[in-house]
């Protein structure tokens, strides 16, 4: 399996097939307006995308209700996480640690930020030096907001 992080800089479709469809909801639709500031990161096993996200520098779509402090990470340095995604038959073989490893280290010096909606991924986000900033809630929904930032 080739864990080694690659940047996915032609045909991001072939990552957005792996997202489930609620996601691919999300980001396809508005790629185009995003794609001049958004990088995918992938891991492929046999030429086929096995685990990937993106990393924003601008507002993603996902977050256009919070872009108010969405700009205020951004304002600070931090780089968004989003759509952190490995496919079902790859799942409990440490990809997404592998993942979050390897971009860490591919930019030794950056500061990430992400929102999860599911409070029990806060485990693995903390297990990975994230830490839990603050509590979004819009309505019905609850968010986490987690940061990371590389000791100096």
Known sequence: MNTKLTLL??????FFK??????QQTIVP???????????????????????GIVFSTCPPDMKSHSEEAQKWFNNGYFYIGF????????????GSQWIDALKKSMPDQSFWLVIEDEGLGTFYEK???KMEKIIQSGDTTEWLYAFKPEA
């Open 9 to 14: 800089d032609t045909n991001s479709s072939e």
């Open 30 to 52: 508005f790629w185009n307006d995003y794609m001049s500031t958004a990088k995918i990161y992938i891991f492929k096993e046999n030429n086929t995308i096995i685990a990937g």
């Open 84 to 95: 952190l995604y490995v496919v079902e038959s790859h799942r409990n073989k440490k990809l």
């Open 128 to 130: 990975h030096q994230f």
């Open 18 to 23: 792996i997202l489930p469809l609620d996601w």
